[in-house]
């Protein structure tokens, strides 16, 4: 729709508002005629959803572009061209963790086999169960009873001491053996991880002492570029946004729409059909007004006829010959001469 009466009521210029003046929009929403935007432009942007910004004009108040452009803000670009990262006393290997790391690769090479193997002999220089049989079958040779006895004392001690502390004893040096073997497993791959790490480090440690600097340089302006990118997206989005997506009008137009059609159907409608019903009356009574004007002399004319001397019918006669027939004055003429007669 083009809205050519209201553009020329509100518009500038219009009915309104002169050229000085400014439209409606510039008046009314602004409060400043050097803002004006054309009411019929307003409601064809609202009509197909646009966003409020574009529609209203609104970057004349405020500015989005160039809230959001990095590029116009003082400083931003050049306080970030300005970030530098120092790496020149960066110490990645210290002498106390190269001494520590040296500490657990030494003490990493351990032998565990010769431990092992001195670990796996006998608890006892001499087989216990052997020096109890011995001792057993030596009571069982003497004549002499009490030393008999001793010796079969001695051999039962012997037993006992076995089974209380001996086979204990045996037991966990299996265990320990087993953990030995197992830690022995195990130290090969840390003692490789240890000599790796302490060599990786030695390397990034004469790195950052030599293009430490180069590298900090790359890294930092490849941040800045990140952060300028990330600013330059953001502007896109934001006037992206505030052009297509953000407060669309369609609400104004749907009440300029439901405004004009309750006008229409339910003020201008009626008022149409009570001046239409009066311009009718009107042309009835113009087309009734001769004819009862006829009808009001012809009756008239009878009762004077009926009622009146010849005279004042001679009168009545000439003052309605305006509106009378011919024949009709012929024929009073007759009777009038008739009477004299």
């Not at 030596?138 to 502390?165: C, F, K, P, V, Y």
């Not at 293009?211 to 006037?239: C, G, N, P, W």
Request: glycine content about 4%; some cysteine.
């Amino acid at each position: 729709p083009e809205f050519h009466v209201i553009s020329r009521l509100v518009d500038q210029p219009g009915v309104f508002y002169s050229d000085p003046q400014g439209g409606f929009i510039a008046n009314v929403l602004y409060g400043n005629d050097t803002l004006d935007v054309p009411m019929k432009q307003v409601l064809q942007d609202c009509h197909e959803n646009r966003a409020i910004y574009p529609a209203l004009g609104l970057h004349r108040v405020f500015d989005v572009e160039a809230a959001v452009d990095q590029h116009r803000w003082a400083g931003v670009s050049t306080h970030l061209r300005a970030v530098r990262a120092n790496l020149s006393t960066l110490e990645v290997l210290s002498p106390v963790l190269q001494d520590q790391l040296t500490d657990l690769l030494t003490s990493l090479s351990v032998n565990f086999t010769e431990h092992r193997i001195q670990m796996s002999k006998p608890v006892t220089g001499k087989d216990l169960d052997s020096f109890a049989k011995q001792l057993d079958n030596i009571g069982n040779q003497m004549r002499d009873l009490a030393t008999a006895s001793r010796m079969e004392t001695l051999s039962s001690r012997t037993r006992r001491l076995i089974d209380s502390h001996i086979r204990p004893l045996e037991g966990k040096k299996d265990n320990l053996v087993y953990q030995l073997t197992a830690l022995e497993v195990q130290t090969g791959p840390l003692q490789r991880q240890v000599n790796q790490s302490l060599s990786h480090l030695k390397t990034i440690q004469f790195f950052a002492n030599n293009q430490a600097e180069t590298i900090a340089q790359r890294k930092s302006r490849e941040y800045v570029d990140r952060l300028l990118s990330y600013l330059d997206q953001l502007r896109d989005h934001v006037i992206n946004s505030a052009k297509k997506r953000v407060a669309p009008c369609r609400p104004l137009w749907d009440i300029f729409h439901n405004t004009r059609l309750f006008l229409c159907r339910h003020t201008m409608d009626p008022l149409n059909g009570y001046w239409f019903a009066t311009m009718w009356c009107l042309v009835v009574l113009l087309a009734a007004t001769p004819v009862c004007l006829k009808l009001v002399d012809y009756y008239r004319a009878r009762s004077s006829r009926s009622s009146g001397s010849p005279t004042e019918n001679l009168v009545v006669s000439e003052q309605g010959a305006g509106w009378s027939s011919p024949g009709y004055d012929i024929k009073c003429s007759k009777e009038l001469n008739g009477n004299y007669k």
